[in-house]
């Protein structure tokens, strides 16, 4: 079903691809609409419980996208470096394939939770009242992954 890495002196071990999953700041999430054509949105994201949770908005092209088709891919690019004098780039990613669909209740909140955890430590009484107040404005959106690899150049 899923391709061999072409370049297998660069893959990485599975828990080092999570890592780099686990630290990244952002991702980018490729998803597949009606009109043929693929979508990547750079979203912000929380490595939990062995899967991807986004936040969004009640709509919108990605929402379109993955009701047409759920299945996805996501890609996280951790440290990189250019060597301009090798004409080449030291770097590190991940990217994976799965299922994304909505999730509700008490998940949805904990993701939530994780997702405040994650880029505002700092603040967590007062994003837990965010939340409370934006919970019903804003989907919960989980990728079960299905593959999952990495590869990089240090």
Do not use: W
């Amino acid at each position: 079903m899923f391709k061999q890495m072409r370049r297998k002196e660069r893959q990485i071990e599975i828990l080092e691809a999570e890592e780099i999953l686990k630290n990244g700041e952002y991702g980018v999430l490729s998803t597949n609409g009606e009109n043929g054509y693929s979508y990547g949105t750079p979203l912000s994201y929380v490595y939990f419980n062995n899967s991807v949770y986004f936040h969004c908005a009640l709509e919108g092209q990605k929402l379109e996208n993955i009701n047409y088709n759920n299945k996805v891919s996501f890609c996280v690019v951790g440290k990189t470096c250019v060597i301009p004098e090798k004409f080449s780039t030291k770097y590190e990613s991940t990217i994976l394939f799965g299922e994304a669909n909505e999730v509700f209740g008490e998940e949805k909140n904990e993701a939530l939770i994780e997702i405040l955890k994650k880029y505002s430590p700092d603040f967590i009484d007062k994003g837990k009242l965010y939340i409370k107040n934006a919970v019903d404005k804003t989907k919960l959106i989980k990728i079960n992954i299905n593959k999952i690899s990495g590869k990089a150049i240090v």
